[in-house]
């Protein structure tokens, strides 16, 4: 069963719309009837979960290849091509015997005949092809004419290029054609070689496998580059097999034990140097007729990455060789450049494949390897380097910040391989900084916390980010420092000038996708400051990336960034630059009254007052957009809010702090000469009512209340809200008294007793409370405060007394009634005196 599952275990490839061959998952191919397709299918299900990855049945009209003794590759529809890679031979034998029975062919042969249902003019027209298969010319020189019209003329047919594809390889007729190129180039006969270039190029243009294997062999791949120097449209011929032969030389750096995996090397290169140098570009040719040749190149770079990796041995001395102080300097690049051609040739592996790859090379210890490289002079090895990094980067971001997080811990900064890379994005020796733009997109992916990971015990954002920061940022930023530390660049030639612009733009990457750590950083280090001096460049590419910093930093909208700008003024540097630009209509103009348009629509209130009140002056005079004025009306209307509503607020609540601040005083001395001169006031009454003057005071205080009534009737709609939830109302004296409540026994009237509790001649008088006068919402609570009356003072005299009381009805019929409701029969309650 265990051999079963082995031999029928296979990958399903399906070629996607950029010619390459996609991985769909590996699986157990079997061949069943399936009722709902009518007929026998062939089945894939998936190794892991058993899902259905494949179910096609095989029509009888459908063309079938078996390529390499382990592929079998057909189309199904217009641009569906899938394949089927077998791990063992006999399970490709086993399903190709029964794809043939279900055609009726012969299993010996390795392509199986179209049978298609056509129209009655088509099925006329092949019907004697169908009786009688194509006959080939005798291979003879003079037949050579005959031979390249006959091979030329069956390409537009599919049939007729199945049928010839056929007979050429059963007959053994490139061999004899290869012969014929011989006698030809003895001969030095110009005409029979143009000739057999077409017959070649027919051949190629079959997209037949089975014809490829015959033409790469070994014994006859130089031949075939041989007959294709030979283009009729070129004056002379080619010289591809003195390249091939001669200069392009075979460098074995660790000699390979496997004979097969070099032949397989060989090959590879050479056809696809033909693929590459010779053959016209594919625009030349109907859509996908080298499709064939492009599978036949692919299949040989997997079958060599899967050779290699599988040499566990030969990977280890590889590494081992890299990182040897023995190792003289030409050796040591011949094996980088191997590796570099390794890891080119992974890229062919699908998703699954190539993550088995690269952990594969880092345990191994690729990673050291790149690092050691990097730390060497020679300029072509560490761009090679480069190139190797920076596929492991792309395919596993993670896997590498996981290894720079462990050197950290027992290596200096200067050695890490992070900083290294830094290093060298600093000093790229290309002129246009080619290898350092490469180098920032990969530092771009490492410090990208889109693609880090996390885990139930930390996450990998928080522990990288903080290694990175705290050990590699002040690598990155000290160009910038270098440069800045005078009021102009120090040093503003071109490489420098691009060299700072992909250090702003990682910076400006960090503003918005690490907001945390940036923050920090730009605080402590005064990053943004810095980064303004750029603005005297003469290079306008960087003042446009130093505004971007700027407009990345306002662009978060953050009160963090709004104070620091506006407490290091560093808008002044901005608006110099603008005036220096002057009337100019470039993208610099345009770059910087966009920022000031996006405060003003964005309404960041803090920079708005900022600009206006520091800067108007030299802006306001820019009439080309209404932006500047639109600030300065902003900020006028803002300015107009915030008097209104601080005057309202604040006289109200100096007004109530007066009042309480003279009816309650702290001071034990005031209070007793308070009470001195309450008691030493004459006694006043008319008519039986008990009338209490009242005090000039609080003559002062209600005429404020006046001024704060008539105050709120003008802001009645501003204030609103404010006012709902003030629990009395203020009354205007003209129109409604202030009740002063004495605070008394509910059985006894406050007037008539003849033991009054406030009255000084009762027996002991119970303690005075008194009451704070409520203020409007939104100013202070007033506290209570209970003062005890000295009993043994004697003679009446009126005062200010007890609980000011404002009533929430205008009435003073309304106030009476509910007053004597509340007290009984009693006598009339005090009133105040006017």
Not at 148 to 154: A, N, P, Y
Not at 327 to 351: A, G, I, M
Not at 428 to 451: C, F, H, K, S, Y
Request: hydrophobic share 35%; charged share 30%.
């Amino acid at each position: 069963m265990a051999d079963t599952s082995t031999r029928r275990r296979v990958k399903l490839y399906m070629l996607n719309e950029d010619r390459q061959w996609d991985d769909r998952g590996t699986g157990h191919v079997s061949s069943a009837y399936v009722e709902r397709l009518k007929g026998m299918s062939l089945l894939v299900r998936s190794e892991t979960d058993g899902s259905i990855l494949l179910e096609s049945k095989i029509q009888p009209d459908t063309a079938y290849q078996k390529q390499q003794e382990t592929l079998i590759v057909w189309s199904e529809g217009e641009n569906y091509d899938l394949a089927l890679s077998f791990q063992e031979k006999a399970g490709c034998d086993e399903i190709w015997e029964k794809i043939c029975n279900v055609q009726g062919k012969d299993p010996s042969v390795d392509i199986t005949q179209d049978i298609i249902e056509e129209s009655e003019d088509e099925r006329f027209e092949e019907m004697p092809e169908v009786a009688h298969p194509i006959d080939l010319p005798v291979c003879e020189l003079s037949k050579l004419a005959e031979i390249s019209e006959l091979f030329g003329s069956v390409l537009t047919s599919p049939i007729r290029r199945e049928k010839l594809a056929l007979v050429i390889e059963q007959d053994g007729y490139i061999k004899k054609l290869l012969d014929l190129f011989h006698m030809c180039e003895d001969l030095e006969n110009i005409e029979g070689l143009h000739h057999l270039y077409d017959v070649f190029k027919s051949v190629f243009l079959l997209n037949k496998n089975a014809l490829f294997e015959i033409l790469f062999q070994e014994d006859t791949i130089y031949d075939v580059v041989g007959v294709l120097e030979y283009d009729p449209s070129q004056p002379q011929p080619a010289k591809h097999r003195e390249y091939l032969q001669k200069t392009a030389k075979f460098k074995e750096v660790i000699p390979f034990t496997n004979k097969e995996l070099v032949s397989k090397i060989h090959q590879t290169y050479r056809v696809q140097y033909i693929q590459d140098v010779i053959l016209p570009t594919p625009s030349v040719f109907e859509e996908n007729m080298l499709s064939t040749l492009t599978s036949f190149i692919f299949f040989n770079k997997v079958e060599i990455v899967s050779m290699v990796q599988e040499d566990e041995k030969f990977l280890l001395q590889l590494f081992a060789s890299i990182t040897s102080e023995k190792k003289d300097d030409e050796s040591r690049r011949d094996l980088v450049f191997f590796l570099k051609e390794f890891c080119t040739f992974s890229q062919n592996l699908q998703p699954p494949n190539r993550d088995n790859f690269f952990k594969t090379l880092s345990g191994l210890g690729i990673l050291p390897a790149i690092e050691f490289i990097l730390g060497l002079d020679d300029i072509k090895m560490k761009s090679a380097a480069i190139d190797i990094f920076s596929y492991i980067v792309e395919f596993s971001p993670s896997m590498v910040r996981e290894f720079i997080l462990k050197e950290g811990q027992n290596q200096e900064d200067d050695d890490l391989l992070i900083n290294l890379v830094i290093e060298q994005m600093i000093n790229d020796p290309d002129t246009e900084l080619g290898g350092a733009v490469q180098l920032m997109g990969i530092i771009r992916l490492l410090i990208d916390p889109e693609n880090m990971l996390a885990t139930t015990m930390k996450t990998e954002k928080t522990e990288f980010l903080s290694f990175f920061y705290k050990h590699s940022m002040h690598v990155l930023t000290a160009p910038l420092f270098a440069v800045t530390a005078e009021e102009k660049p120090s040093k503003d030639d071109f490489q420098t000038a691009q060299l700072l612009s992909l250090i702003l733009e990682l910076l400006s990457f960090c503003v918005e996708h690490h907001t945390y750590h940036i923050k920090n950083y730009i605080i402590s280090k005064d990053l943004l400051r810095r980064v303004l001096v750029l603005l005297r460049s003469n290079h306008a590419f960087l003042l446009l990336c130093a505004l971007r910093f700027m407009r990345k930093i306002i662009g978060m909208k953050e009160d963090f960034y709004n104070r620091y700008i506006i407490k290091g003024n560093l808008f002044k540097p901005v608006v110099e630059a603008f005036k220096t630009n002057g009337n100019k209509y470039n993208l610099l103009n345009s770059a910087m009254i966009e920022l000031f348009e996006f405060i003003r629509l964005e309404d960041i209130k803090n920079l708005c007052s900022h600009i206006v009140e520091n800067h108007i002056k030299d802006l306001e005079h820019v009439d080309y957009v209404n932006t500047f004025e639109s600030l300065k009306t902003h900020y006028e209307q803002l300015q107009d809010k915030l008097k209104d509503k601080t005057g309202f607020e604040g006289y109200v609540i100096n007004t109530a702090l007066s009042l309480r601040n003279n009816r309650f005083r702290r001071d034990q001395r005031a209070l007793e000469e308070e009470e001195e001169m309450w008691f030493d006031q004459e006694d006043d009454v008319d008519d039986g009512e008990n009338i209490v003057p009242m005090s000039d005071m609080l003559k002062s205080k209600l005429d404020d209340f006046d001024q704060i009534d008539k105050f709120i009737g003008n802001r009645r709609e501003k204030v609103q809200n404010e006012m709902k939830d003030t629990p009395t109302r203020i009354i205007n004296k003209s129109t409604s008294p202030i009740n002063i409540t004495l605070k008394s026994s509910p059985l006894t009237s406050p007037v008539t007793s003849p033991e009054r509790p406030n009255s000084p001649n009762s027996p002991g008088s119970p303690g005075r409370t008194v009451t704070a006068c409520p203020t409007p919402a939104g100013s202070p609570a007033t506290p209570v405060r209970e003062e005890k009356v000295n009993n043994s003072l004697q003679g009446k005299r009126p005062g200010l007394i007890g609980l000011v009381d404002y009533p929430e009805d205008d009435s003073d019929e309304e106030e009476e009634d509910s007053t004597d409701a509340a007290l009984g029969p009693s006598p009339k309650r005090q009133r105040l005196a006017t």
